[in-house]
C-alpha cells in the first residue's frame, strides 16, 4: 500500500524531531542484520569481546 503525501510528512517530521532515535534504531537494525546474514565465526568472536566490554562499561 502506498504511502499518502501526509504520512510521508509526517514520516520526514517525526525524523527531523527525533534524528538521535532514528539513528539509534537504523545503526541497531545495521548491526543485527550483519550479525544475523553475514557475519563470520571470527566476526562473532570479534562482537562477542567487544558486547561484554560495553556491558562492563554499562555496569560500572
Not at 8 to 19: D, E, F, G, T
Not at 26 to 52: H, P, Y
Amino acid at each position: 500500500m502506498a504511502l499518502t503525501e501526509s504520512q510521508h510528512k509526517a514520516i520526514n517530521k517525526y525524523r527531523s524531531k527525533n534524528k538521535a532515535q532514528v539513528q539509534y534504531i537504523n545503526r541497531r537494525s545495521v548491526a543485527k542484520n550483519f550479525i544475523l546474514k553475514s557475519a563470520t565465526q571470527e566476526d562473532i568472536d570479534m562482537l562477542l569481546g567487544c558486547i561484554k566490554q560495553r556491558q562492563e562499561e554499562l555496569s560500572d
